[in-house]
């Protein structure tokens, strides 16, 4: 089964503002990663935050992870209508044999 | 430097039909990965190979799936017979580590298969 979850599911926001997506797992991991996927395409790698890690960015993306909790979020500032894309989660679990596992999506559409 | 190239990008057979997809990863990268993503849901592992051997299968329903990568390198996934719910897309991943740490993945743009 996968772990990561994402919450919420779809988010609808004007160019311009920020999106915020949010994620929880049930194990314990060695990263977690945060992927994007437009339409019809595979997904692209956005950043990866190891379990001893709380926070990162790469330019307007901010992600926190938070291991007591076992939850991480994206945050995307300043969004822009190239941001339209689908939104995953995938954890590398201490105990899944480098198994990475992808949770359901967060889609976003920003408006602009 | 070239991506991850999946054939065919579309594909329509009727149930009970053989498919088969190819997956050509990076050059240089160990670990290759085969995805199902059904409409709506995260991608699911069906299979994990570093260099020719396999890594996990434990996803893959074995009794119609079937995946080889020989030399090490190119992938063939073949599903016989299909299934309605196999309907899909297959997503072909590759990356450079050998399978500890969790890198990151680079994907193909998928393959699509529709089954009727």
């Known amino acids: 089964s996968q772990q990561g979850e994402e919450d919420p599911q779809a988010l609808s926001i004007q160019e311009g503002e920020n999106a915020t997506m949010n994620c929880s797992y049930k194990?314990?991991?060695?990263?977690l990663q945060w992927y994007r996927q437009n339409s019809g395409r595979g997904l692209v790698h956005l950043i990866l935050i190891r379990s001893n890690e709380r926070e990162k960015h790469s330019g307007r993306l901010r992600v926190t992870l938070d291991t007591s909790k076992k939850s991480s979020s994206l945050l995307i500032t300043a969004s822009r209508a190239a941001d339209t894309a689908s939104y995953f989660c995938a954890t590398d679990s201490l105990y899944g044999n480098n198994r990475l596992a992808f949770g359901k999506g967060n889609q976003v559409v920003v408006i602009p | 430097e070239a991506g991850v190239a999946q054939s065919p990008r579309y594909k329509i057979i009727e149930k009970r039909q053989s498919v088969a997809f190819w997956c050509n990863p990076i050059s240089g990268h160990a670990t290759l990965y085969w995805y199902q993503q059904i409409l709506g849901q995260g991608p699911k592992l069906l299979i994990q190979f570093q260099n020719n051997g396999v890594v996990d299968d434990s996803q893959l329903p074995k009794d119609r799936f079937s995946a080889e990568r020989l030399k090490g390198v190119d992938s063939t996934l073949k599903i016989q017979p299909a299934k309605l719910e196999d309907s899909a897309v297959y997503l072909c991943?590759?990356?450079?580590?050998?399978?500890?740490?969790?890198?990151?993945?680079?994907f193909g743009e998928g393959s699509r298969l529709t089954v009727l």
């Open positions: 991943a590759s990356s450079l580590d050998l399978g500890r740490s969790g890198g990151e993945l680079f």
């Open positions: 194990t314990s991991i060695n990263n």
